[in-house]
Every structure is written in structure tokens, then in C-alpha cells.
């Protein structure tokens, strides 16, 4: 069974920093393989939003509001996405989800994280 495990959120002031990241465990080489990995931030009465996505060659797409200030990158030894957050804004409050694409037998699974909590103060 695939889990994924998230931490890093907190509570910054605006204009700070956050590195977020996500790894996770259940993946066997012989069986499944990470695709791509992202980002999602919901805000309550909102639809969840896609923020980041990284693909397993590294190929990266970002939603324009974060653009230039948030940087999303993988480690595929372990299994692991990173969100670097910089520049951050109020508009980024939100709870951050982790997202992973498995692939095993020709099959795609989605799978994703609790969540972390994301503050950032004015």
C-alpha cells in the first residue's frame, strides 16, 4: 500500500519562506514506479487547486499566481517531492496536499497526502 507522508507547513510572515516536501513509502521497484508528483492547496469553500506538478523525468508546470517564487523538484531514489516557497504571500494560506501518480501493471493510481497546513501572515 502506498502512503505519502508530508511535512514542512508552518506559520510565516509575508515574504518568507517554506520548503514543503513528500515522501513516500510502499514503493518497490519490482512492482510500481512513481510518475508524477504535485502539489495541490485548498482554501475552505474552494476547490482544490493544482500549484505545482513534476514529472519523473523533471519536466515541471506551476499555476501562473506561483510563478518565480515557488520552485518544485524530486529526488526519485527516494521517493521524495520538495516544494520551495518563497516570496510567500497571505494568498498562499491554505492546506497543501501532496499528490503521486503510481504506476504498476500498466495501471495508474492516484494517491495522496493528509495534508499540511500552510499560514502565512501580513
Known amino acids: 500500500q502506498v502512503q505519502l507522508v508530508e511535512s514542512g507547513g508552518g506559520l510565516v510572515q509575508a515574504g518568507g519562506s517554506l520548503q514543503l516536501s513528500c515522501t513516500a513509502s510502499?514503493?518497490?521497484?519490482?512492482?510500481?514506479?512513481?510518475?508524477?508528483m504535485g502539489w495541490y492547496r485548498q482554501v475552505p469553500g474552494k476547490q482544490r487547486e493544482l500549484v505545482a506538478v513534476?514529472?519523473?523525468?523533471?519536466?515541471?508546470n506551476y499555476v501562473d499566481s506561483v510563478k518565480g517564487r515557488f520552485t518544485i523538484s524530486r529526488d526519485n531514489a527516494k521517493n521524495t517531492v520538495y516544494l520551495q516557497m518563497n516570496s510567500l504571500k497571505p494568498e498562499d494560506t491554505a492546506v497543501y496536499y501532496c499528490?503521486?501518480?503510481?504506476?504498476?501493471?500498466?495501471?495508474?493510481?492516484?494517491?495522496w497526502g493528509q495534508g499540511t497546513q500552510v499560514t502565512v501572515s501580513s
Open positions: 499528490n503521486a501518480v503510481v504506476i504498476a501493471g500498466g495501471r495508474l493510481d492516484n494517491y
Open positions: 513534476i514529472t519523473r523525468a523533471g519536466s515541471t
Open positions: 510502499g514503493i518497490i521497484s519490482s512492482i510500481n514506479v512513481m510518475g508524477s
